[in-house]
Structure formats: structure tokens, C-alpha cells
T-cell receptor, first 115, second 111 residues
């Protein structure tokens, strides 16, 4: 089944403890992206990747890191999480990015709580 | 910066009635406008999209209209059913090719 998977689905952690949220897609998509969703703010892009080894900042990149060593994986890293990073996170992928980009497929989401 | 405004933020309709959600965008170069439906506990899922060379697109009970001159587009759902209850997001493709999302509309369809 073609899909985007994220792990973990739920995570409660403490301030300053490094964490990684994994994202994987099995559709051979070039483009991958991370969003956070907060009440009243909609979906805001954190980072995106046009292809392997190519990553760029979205609208709200502060406090996050990403890497794209393989086409299928795009982990989101929080080196020192803070309570304002408590949010619902979505990974998405599409066949290609850029001005002729295709439909984005979203993962099921990761609910992160930082205390 | 690039921006997408979405209204209303909440919408309640009776089953069988129509629902309309409206969005406006700021970047006149935007050429792709998808609509996503997000059910509780799930990720957004594309339900319909429209490109700038088309004024209207229909898929069964769902239709989207685009007015490029006014820079706004709308989602129309006819004969609403309880399973249409969800959060709906509009989006516009920005100059970098990324999607810029509206803040969402929570649609409730009452039986």
C-alpha cells in the first residue's frame, strides 16, 4: 500500500531532551516536507526537501533540523525541544516539488508534548 | 509574504444542505489550488484540486471554483452528509512551489 508513515504517533518528553521523529514513504517520491499544525494557525511548513541531500527551510524552521540521506526517509530532529514545540506534526511527500509540483500525500501525524 | 485567507473558521449545516468555504490568496503567480479534508486523528487528504487554466471543476458532490482576477477560490459541497464533517484546508502553490495553507474550516453536518 502506498503510504507515508511516521513514528512515533505520540510522544511526551521533557525540555532539552533530543528527539527524532521518523518519516518514510514507499512511493519513490522526490519531494518531502514537514509541517506543524496548531489550533487556529493551520499547517505551517517547517522544512522541505526537493531530493536526496537537498533540504531547505520552510516558514517556521527555528529549533528543528532535518536530513535526507535516502530518498524514502526524512527524519525531523529536535536537538533541544522546548514547550513551544508542543504540536501536531505531519510529514508529506509528492512525486516532485517546485512550480510543477504534484499532489502531496500526508502521514498520519505525530502528536508531541514537551513539558 | 505569501498568504492564504480562509473563511469561515467554523461552519454548521443541516444534512442535505450545501456548504461553501472561501479562500483568497495573495500571490498572483499561484497556479495550483488543492483542497484537503482532515478527519479526526488523521492526516489531511486531497479531495479536489484546480489549476489556474480552469474556472471550475466538479467531482460528484464536490466542486471548486476559481476566480483568478479576484484571487479567490471556493469549495462547494452539495447534499451534505454526516461523513462530510471534518476540517477542510485550502492551499495555494507559492512562488517556491511550496503549498501555503489556509487556517482551516471545521465543518459540522447535523443529521
Amino acid at each position: 500500500e502506498a503510504q507515508v508513515t511516521q513514528n512515533p504517533r505520540y510522544l511526551i518528553t521533557v525540555t532539552g531532551k533530543k528527539l527524532t521523529v521518523t518519516c518514510s514513504q514507499n512511493m519513490n517520491h522526490e519531494y518531502m516536507s514537514w509541517y506543524r499544525q496548531d489550533p487556529g494557525l493551520g499547517l505551517r511548513q517547517i522544512y522541505y526537501s526537493m531530493n536526496v541531500e537537498v533540504t531547505d527551510k520552510g516558514d517556521v524552521p527555528e529549533g528543528y533540523k532535518v536530513s535526507r540521506k535516502e530518498k524514502r526517509n526524512f527524519p525531523l530532529i529536535l536537538e533541544s525541544p522546548s514547550p513551544n514545540q508542543t504540536s501536531l506534526y505531519f510529514c508529506a511527500s509528492s512525486l516532485k516539488g517546485g512550480i510543477n509540483s504534484y499532489e502531496q500525500y500526508f502521514g498520519p501525524g505525530t502528536r508531541l508534548t514537551v513539558t | 509574504g505569501e498568504n492564504v485567507e480562509q473563511h469561515p473558521s467554523t461552519l454548521s449545516v443541516q444534512e442535505g444542505d450545501s456548504a461553501v468555504i472561501k479562500c483568497t490568496y495573495s500571490d498572483s503567480a499561484s497556479n495550483y489550488f488543492p483542497w484537503y479534508k482532515q478527519e479526526l486523528g488523521k492526516g489531511p487528504q486531497l479531495i479536489i484540486d484546480i489549476r489556474s487554466n480552469v474556472g471550475e471543476k466538479k467531482d460528484q458532490r464536490i466542486a471548486v471554483t476559481l476566480n483568478k482576477t479576484a484571487k479567490h477560490f471556493s469549495l462547494h459541497i452539495t447534499e451534505t452528509q454526516p461523513e462530510d464533517s471534518a476540517v477542510y484546508f485550502c492551499a495555494a502553490r507559492g512562488s517556491q512551489g511550496n503549498l501555503i495553507f489556509g487556517k482551516g474550516t471545521k465543518l459540522s453536518v447535523k443529521p
